[in-house]
């Protein structure tokens, strides 16, 4: 290679300078062009541009934005600063698979990913997830699978992609790629991204639309699939407490896909309750497992409808809508129809299956997994109607009995948690058992029990509990979502 060899792009950045960058985003008379914030991030990367002249470009952007464009082109750039996925291999097969994922913006007991992934991909479609681990209040999907025995998260790009297409045995009897794999992103997916968090961690520019948007969406870029669904949430359990906050960043985020080149859509939901039934990694697990094999028998499957019906309900909604991107469905209904089918026929627990296989999990714990050492019952004061469980408040006692971590350092426990044995919506007497806690740490369980105790709300009439699911966005529109869809399967 020649490296004495000046190239087009050389030609159009010779002339920038970090000082100059900083001072165009802070004037904001004109947007950054592409090559202008390629640029930056290079360099910044090289060490040309240093941490605090990246600072104080990170607040240039808090206080005047970013255009679509810039937002977009910002991503891509944190993209390219490291691996991107290499989907080469792909062409040995005979038809390439459509390619689709899903991210969450997090919640309290959002377990989702652990049901979603193997039900689309049990329809043929690839399903490269790549997600990450609880911090604070809610939980992470990548602790969740390291509860199971051997399960192992830290994979290359390139063996990333081998893992996909695995071969298994399809239903016609011939061989098909497993086609799902949940890992955690190596070192060197997006370090741009990893070095500007640290900064922004600590100088209060995380609250940046434009900011938070290309963080979350470089990585899942970085997987380079054909289609995203977004799950962005609102309420006392998420980042954003409003409705209208998550719909601008669902919007952000559905332009930056989509000027990225990838089809993406997003669903509005509320997190101000626990998802499903329990929270704590473990437990979490084990109620997926639940879902996926409820087709085992009818008194399962009644069974976590009542527990779960949450739960179910959003990953239908996003599992179904995934289908139709993906070309496996029509309509939203019918994407939703076909996923409540595999869930109840056993096939997405036998892709969820072959998922724990391959990547080195052990699924013969599932009957006799230890349980946390110590444990406490949380019974009623009163009597009446539940009308909400605080998502917020149950996702800092997680992190208090030990399933969450206040800081990246910390390990979790995998066994401690909260099981909650009633729902929003049902009516207790005084003296019913509410929730079980469970935990490595007895000198906390006394606390817990209170603070669990407080998180319920009650009313005396039965009050009608409010939408799960608010809104479907495209790129085009912003829908009210109708709940007869769900109702109706």
């Known amino acids: 290679m020649d490296t004495n060899k000046v190239t087009e792009a050389d030609c159009h950045t010779a002339h920038l300078t970090p000082q100059l960058i900083i001072s165009k985003k802070r004037q904001n008379d004109e947007p950054h062009t592409a090559a202008e914030i390629s640029w930056f991030i290079q360099q910044f990367m090289k060490g040309n541009v240093k941490d605090y002249q990246m600072t104080a470009w990170l607040m240039a952007i808090c206080l005047n934005g970013m255009t679509n464009q810039e937002t977009a082109a910002l991503t891509e750039a944190m993209v390219q600063s490291g691996e991107v996925m290499d989907w080469s291999l792909c062409e040995s097969l005979p038809a390439i698979p459509h390619k689709v994922d899903k991210h969450s913006t997090g919640g309290v007991g959002d377990k989702v990913s652990l049901i979603l992934a193997p039900l689309v991909a049990s329809f043929g479609l690839l399903v490269p997830m790549m997600a990450g681990r609880g911090l604070g209040h809610t939980g992470g999907t990548i602790d969740k699978l390291e509860a199971i025995p051997g399960y192992r ?147 399962l499957t009644t069974l976590c409808w009542q ?38 026929n056993g096939k997405a627990w036998k892709r969820f299956k072959e998922m724990v296989r391959i990547q080195g999990g052990d699924l013969t714990c599932v009957e006799n997994y230890p349980d946390a050492k110590y444990s406490a019952r949380v019974y009623s004061t009163q009597s009446g109607w539940i009308t909400s469980i605080d998502s917020m408040e149950i996702g800092l006692i997680g992190v208090l009995l030990g399933a969450g971590r206040q800081t990246v350092e910390e390990s979790v426990d995998f066994c401690s948690g909260v099981e909650f044995h009633v729902r929003p919506g049902m009516h207790v007497h005084h003296g019913d058992h509410l929730a079980t806690i469970h935990t490595e740490r007895s000198a906390i369980l006394e606390n817990a029990v209170r603070r669990v105790r407080s998180a319920f709300t009650f009313s005396t009439e039965r009050e009608k509990l409010p939408l799960l699911v608010t809104h479907f966005l495209t790129k085009e529109s912003i829908e009210h979502f109708d709940d007869n869809v769900l109702r109706q399967i």
Not at 175 to 192: F, L, N, R, Y
Request: charge should be negative; glycine fraction near 8%.
């Open 153 to 299: 998260t830290q994979y290359s790009a390139k063996d990333f992609a081998e893992l996909l297409l695995t071969e298994t045995n399809g239903e016609s009897g011939g061989k098909e790629p497993v086609g799902v794999a949940i890992v955690s992103p190596s070192q060197d997916i997006c370090p741009a991204d990893k070095r500007m968090y640290a900064l922004r961690d600590v100088t209060g520019t995380v609250r940046s639309l434009a900011l938070q948007t290309s963080s979350i969406m470089s990585k899942k870029i970085a997987e380079r699939p054909d289609s995203l669904v977004l799950d962005v949430k609102f309420g006392k359990g998420s980042f954003n407490s409003s409705i209208e906050e998550s719909i601008e960043l669902a919007k952000s985020m559905i332009q930056t896909g989509e000027l990225c080149g990838i089809r993406t859509t997003a669903f509005i939901t509320r997190m101000d309750n626990v998802l499903g039934y329990t929270v704590g990694n473990w437990l979490e697990v084990r109620e997926c497992i639940e879902i996926m094999r409820m087709g085992e028998s009818a008194s």
């Open 307 to 344: 527990r779960s019906e949450d739960l179910i309900e959003v990953t239908l909604a996003l599992a179904g809508q995934m289908l139709v991107q993906g070309g496996k469905a029509t309509t939203l209904k019918q994407g939703i129809t076909m996923c409540k089918e595999h869930l109840l």
